[in-house]
């Protein structure tokens, strides 16, 4: 019995590291590639061990940019997308929160009916909102801003929904308590509510800003020039489609720099985010 059970527990190590040495084979290719020269890698001889381009490789991308397709260094793109992620995650966040506040603590006509609709906006594909959002960013002249890029997609009905559902299951007598202690709307949401929803606002900023810092989609839409486009749009640049040659030792390590904000973020916020998913106590 100890044999069969030392047997699937070494069974179970053995796939796992299987697993993780599929995900991680790509990411070490685009290591090596980043730092082999790109002539190399364009006659399909790139060798599996690292080369002596990485310094120069990395100095390129961060600083300078590509010669053809970009020209924008890579570290100012870092900069749009992290400031357009953290407007995004932020304001969901704060929207979502008092919303959900606001459906759940007070008593008003069409409260329900309101919240449906907040809730029916999930079913809209980004397509059916896509054209009409852009007419009306463009008629405020909020192309090729940081508005432009994080207003639009500041609102979120899964978040609503979420803390909604959170705060109903808030005991009913701490509301009770804080009236006694006379405590008003304000004072119960700052002191009693935001310390409870803590690790769930943790969990939805992780989501919240990786989907902010992906987004390629309206990036591409609204910004015309290259100082403003995002690193999601500049790795697509990077990859051109003409008779020139793509750049690849400087797109793999832009795709290598692209990875490191949302790991870090991650990383720092492990355990509250996954505290803020599983959490039942309150």
Request: glycine fraction near 4%; avoid cysteine.
């Amino acid at each position: 019995m100890v044999e069969e059970e030392g047997f699937q527990r070494y069974l179970a190590h053995v796939i796992l590291w299987i697993g993780i040495a599929i995900v991680a084979f790509p990411v070490y290719l685009a290591i090596v590639a980043s730092t082999q020269d790109n002539a190399v890698i364009a006659n399909g001889q790139m060798s599996l061990l690292p080369g002596g381009h990485f310094l120069e490789t990395y100095y390129q991308t961060l600083f300078v940019g590509t010669s053809g397709s970009t020209r924008e260094p890579v570290l100012n793109m870092m900069l749009n997308s992290l400031i357009m992620a953290l407007l995004i995650a932020v304001g969901k966040i704060a929207i979502s929160i008092i919303s959900a506040y606001a459906i759940v603590y007070f008593r008003f006509p069409f409260r329900m009916a309101i919240f449906w609709t907040i809730f029916i906006t999930l079913m809209l594909p980004v397509e059916v909102r896509i054209y009409p959002t852009y007419k009306i960013v463009a008629d405020l002249h909020l192309l090729d801003s940081y508005a432009g890029l994080s207003l639009p997609l500041i609102a979120s009905a899964t978040a609503t929904l979420l803390f909604r559902q959170f705060f109903m299951t808030v005991p009913d007598e701490l509301l009770e308590a804080s009236r006694i202690d006379g405590a008003g709307p304000f004072r119960f949401f700052w002191d009693t509510l935001l310390p409870l929803s803590r690790t769930n606002m943790a969990a939805l900023f992780v989501i919240l800003f990786i989907l902010g810092w992906n987004q390629y989609l309206w990036p591409l839409l609204i910004t015309t020039r290259d100082d403003m486009q995002t690193i999601q749009v500049g790795i697509r640049k990077m990859i051109t489609t003409t008779d020139a040659l793509t750049e690849w030792p400087v797109v793999m390590a832009t795709a290598l720099l692209a990875m490191l904000p949302p790991v870090f973020v991650v990383v720092v916020m492990q355990k509250l985010f996954v505290r803020g998913l599983v959490e039942t106590e309150k």
